[in-house]
């Protein structure tokens, strides 16, 4: 059976206050929401430990989005599993395009990340995906299964979650279409050694297409950035249907 997991990307947003703030808001629409379904905010750095404090004894988890792979030392700028361990953090956000775009991350240092997290029991969302440019040139299925084999060199397929994360729907209100999401997603299962690894969609996930995303056969869960952001837009994702 595959976990259901659906997962708030705060990105940089949302300060201490505006975290609890958000919990306020976000907690007492939880009352129904069926109890296989895994409901995880990955933070900001700086509001993991109020989360944590204010969620103790809840069902929704704490995600970080970023860890290095080394447990301390001298690396200016990043933060360790222990670190993260110690503020109860239970999941890690690894490989996102826009720490791949914009900070360097390469498939060796996802690859790195990933066993760490695992290492410190952390469970890592490793997120994959192509460009608008690599899908209309047709080297959609060649760039993820590039991608898989080169991140998951040693990693634990019994401890991983993957998002399928097309970086041109990606902020941009642009939702890959379910049936293509559910195709795409397939195909990552068929490269794993894990059947039952939760797979989820990400890229412009919204209250009015949770639904039908969800409603696919392939897809176990959604990584939300935007819509993540307000309490009751994330509410009705994590309530689908
Ligand atoms: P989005 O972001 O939902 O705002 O498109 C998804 C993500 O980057 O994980």
Not at 163 to 184: F, K, M, S
Not at 208 to 231: C, F, H, R
Request: negative net charge; glycine residues 10%; hydrophobic residues 35%.
């Amino acid at each position: 059976m595959r976990k259901i997991v659906i997962a708030g990307n705060w990105k940089m947003y949302k300060t201490q206050a505006e975290s609890l703030e958000f919990l306020q808001g976000f907690m007492n629409h939880l009352n129904e929401t069926p109890d296989d379904r895994e409901i995880l905010l990955c933070a900001p750095f700086t509001a993991l430990g109020a989360l944590s404090k204010n969620l103790h004894g809840s069902r929704i988890k704490i995600g970080a989005q970023n860890i290095h792979w080394e447990s301390a030392g001298a690396y200016t700028g990043e933060i360790s599993g222990v670190m993260l361990k110690e503020l109860g953090v239970r999941y890690v956000i690894v490989g996102h395009s826009e720490r791949r775009q914009y900070f360097g991350e390469t498939d060796e240092t996802v690859n790195l990340r990933l066993k760490a997290a695992q290492q410190h029991g952390l469970t890592p969302i490793l997120c994959v995906g192509e460009t608008g440019d690599q899908r209309s040139q047709g080297e959609t299925e060649t760039v993820i299964t590039q991608q898989l084999k080169r991140d998951l060199v040693e990693v634990d397929q019994d401890n991983l979650v993957i998002a399928y994360e097309p970086i041109w729907a990606i902020g941009t209100g642009d939702t890959c279409e379910a049936i293509e999401a559910n195709r795409v997603i397939s195909l990552i299962r068929n490269q794993l050694t894990n059947p039952n690894v939760p797979i989820q969609y990400g890229g412009s996930v919204k209250p009015g297409n949770i639904d039908e995303i969800m409603a696919q056969p392939e897809i176990d869960g959604a990584l939300v950035g935007g819509a993540s952001l307000e309490p009751s837009d994330f509410a009705r994702i994590v309530n689908f249907q």
